[in-house]
């Protein structure tokens, strides 16, 4: 796992989605980086750590983040948003908050959570990866950029950016698309003892936008933010938007901190 500082004031770190890598979050990086000091990193089997083979595992790297940098506010995009979440759960006296963008307690649909998506969408991912790894990652992407009001520029960007620090590995990948399929913390949420933002995009094809209200409703000291005409990468579309965010809640939790 690499981790990548940079920027100044209070410490936020921010950990990427499914088969990305922490150079995704260029336009935050943009807007964030003279006001707070950003922790940038790539996952095991992704980015710069593409040769990191250590297992995905939410609870294990959130432990060896908290320690690397205490008393940060950590922000998930997407599965991500696993190990943030589990960086707050597990370790609420080393973290001052989670940010959660496009992500969810439970990624997939059931009887009694109606905000997820099919049953079979992450196994289907799988096994189309072994068949054509470069074409679903691409169909991916375009997932991910469907919806916005920018989907076009969105997608070039994804496309530009993704496979920038080379593709992620095969096995990184099956492993969270397990993840994605199984994660599920909702009974978790109300004992969440760190404040905590959910922002969404409402035209998210991915992690639908209900998904982020319902979970703040579980959730103490919880704000919920959707932003209209933004997909599932609300920070490419909606650059402005959601860094004005999350400076509001960095102001809210960072002591010393202000917005501007």
Same mark, same amino acid.
């Given at each position: 796992m690499i981790v990548e500082t940079l920027g100044q004031g209070p410490a936020l770190g921010l950990v990427h989605g499914w088969a990305m890598h922490a150079g995704l979050f260029a336009p935050l990086v943009?807007?964030? *980086?003279?006001?707070?000091?950003?922790?940038? @990193? #790539? %996952? $095991?089997?992704? &980015?710069?750590?593409?040769? #990191?083979?250590? $297992?995905?595992? !939410?609870?294990a790297l959130a432990g060896e983040l908290v320690d690397r940098v205490p008393g940060a506010v950590w922000l998930g995009w997407s599965l991500g948003g696993? @190990?943030?979440?589990?960086?707050?759960?597990?370790? !609420?006296?080393?973290? *001052? /908050?989670?940010? %959660?963008v496009a992500s969810s307690p439970r990624f997939v649909r059931d009887e009694d959570w109606p905000h997820g998506v099919? !049953?079979?969408?992450?196994?289907?991912? /799988?096994?189309?990866?072994? *068949? #054509?790894f470069r074409g679903t990652l691409d169909g991916f992407l375009?997932?991910?950029?469907? /919806?916005?009001?920018s989907a076009q520029e969105e997608l070039r960007g994804l496309r530009a950016h993704a496979f920038a620090r080379g593709e992620p590995a095969p096995r990184a990948l099956l492993e969270g698309l397990v993840l994605l399929d199984s994660f599920d913390v909702r009974d978790e949420l109300? &004992?969440?003892q760190v404040p905590s933002l959910w922002i969404s995009g409402r035209r998210d094809r991915l992690v639908p936008a209900g998904a982020m209200p319902a979970a703040a409703e579980r959730t103490p000291q919880a704000r919920s933010v959707v932003i209209a005409n933004a997909g599932h990468a609300p920070f490419l579309g909606a650059a402005d938007e959601v860094a004005q965010e999350i400076l509001r809640f960095m102001a809210e939790v960072a002591p010393g901190h202000r917005a501007s």
């Open positions: 943009e807007r964030l *980086r003279e006001h707070c000091t950003l922790h940038l @990193v #790539d %996952l $095991p089997g992704h &980015g710069h750590a593409r040769d #990191d083979a250590r $297992p995905l595992d !939410p609870g696993q @190990v943030a979440l589990r960086a707050a759960l597990d370790h !609420p006296q080393h973290v *001052r /908050g989670a940010i %959660l099919s !049953p079979t969408l992450f196994s289907d991912f /799988g096994d189309a990866l072994k *068949r #054509d375009a997932l991910e950029a469907l /919806g916005s009001s109300p &004992g969440l």
